[in-house]
């Protein structure tokens, strides 16, 4: 059987972020406020936890959420950058940040300015 070469495009790269980034980000935050990593953790990190495994049950659903709005929020800023409609550039002559995605001698441009934004299809349902 012959294995077509895929070709990543936008709506793939944002699901990637959403699996390696987001996720991994949240469950990484929630994970070291559950239990710090390392032999010796940062007192700032062990402080963080001590504080956080005396909350009440629901608190710390809230503080799992607000975990997640905050991630969401830089990824979708971050996107907004690439996308061109947040300028990184304190000037009228704004340069372009193009986001190519290439494998096997293949080229295609993820942020491209003529089709949807990165920032709404992170945004999509």
């Not at 956080?52 to 969401?72: N, P, S, W």
Request: net charge negative; hydrophobic share 40%.
């Amino acid at each position: 059987m012959h294995n077509k070469l895929r070709r990543m495009d936008a709506q793939e790269f944002i699901d990637a972020l959403k699996l390696v980034v987001v996720n991994v980000t949240v469950d990484g935050i929630n994970s070291t406020l559950d239990r710090p990593p390392g032999r010796k953790p940062a007192k700032e990190l062990t402080e963080l936890s001590d504080w956080y495994h005396g909350l009440e049950i629901k608190d710390k659903h809230m503080i799992r959420q607000v975990i997640k709005e905050a991630t969401e929020m830089a990824v979708f800023g971050f996107l907004c950058v690439l996308d061109g409609v947040t300028a990184i550039e304190d000037t009228e002559d704004k340069g372009k940040l193009l986001l190519h995605f290439k494998k096997n001698g293949n080229s295609i441009l993820i942020n491209d300015p003529d089709k949807e934004y990165l920032h709404d299809i992170f945004n999509a349902v």
